[in-house]
T-cell receptor, first 114, second 116 residues
């Protein structure tokens, strides 16, 4: 059974800093991993999907990496802005094919100080 | 941009009552999912649905829960007799593929269920 852990649980940094959010997963036989953003009381916005054959995926100031062998993914946020404040979740599918449900981490609660 | 739509945004019910949460997935998607998030906890998978059948379900999805695609656009989650512990945010998601590297699940804004 897939388990996903995210470190740190919370992070507060000044605006403009580059930062890294970490995600680890136990079942490395995944075919992809998704990063989401969740604003308080809101839904989940998909940020990046990184496929198992890829090592990195980029969208604007966001860059996600995936290392299946070590069971880790990172989300790098460049030049952080106050609008980046949110909870960031990573999610990995349970292996085995079919319409797989995603297993989520608890998230990293990010605060960017103006 | 197409999106997953969920109604209502907030549902309040009495313990023991039946509730139906509604979702309209993205129109060309074939796979549908329900998740829940109890306040302060992880998002948890409940069930996936394809071709009018449950594809996969978690241990949370017991006999109190059921899903249905009553027409070509709606996807519903029914909780037969609500308990206090069913209070949570319920998210619907859809994807164009069942799995595989390129599969992205798109989530709705959620329905907050409050059981009193």
């Amino acid at each position: 059974k897939q388990e996903v852990t995210q470190i740190p649980a919370a992070l507060s940094v000044p605006e403009g800093e580059n930062l890294v959010l970490n995600c680890s997963f136990t079942d490395s036989a995944i075919y992809n991993l998704q990063w989401f953003r969740q604003d308080p009381g809101k839904g989940l916005t998909s940020l990046l999907l990184i496929q198992s054959s890829q090592r990195e995926q980029t969208s604007g100031r966001l860059n996600a990496s995936l290392d299946k062998s070590s069971g880790r993914s990172t989300l790098y946020i460049a030049a952080s802005q106050p609008g980046d404040s949110a909870t960031y979740l990573c999610a990995a599918p349970d292996s085995g094919g079919g319409a797989d449900g995603l297993t989520f981490g608890k998230g990293t609660h990010l605060i960017i100080q103006p | 941009e197409p999106e997953v739509t969920q109604t209502p945004s907030h549902q309040v019910t009495q313990m023991g009552q039946e509730v139906i949460l509604r979702c309209v997935p993205i129109s060309n998607h074939l796979y549908f999912y329900w998740y829940r998030q109890i306040l302060g906890q992880k998002v948890e998978f409940l069930v996936s649905f394809y071709n009018n059948e449950i594809s996969e379900k978690s241990e949370i999805f017991d006999d109190q829960f059921s899903v249905e695609r009553p027409d070509g656009s709606n996807f519903t989650l029914k909780i037969r007799s609500t308990k206090l512990e069913d209070s949570a945010m319920y998210f619907c998601a859809s994807s164009p593929l069942a799995g595989g590297p390129g599969n992205i699940q798109y989530f709705g804004a959620g329905t907050r269920l409050s059981v009193l």
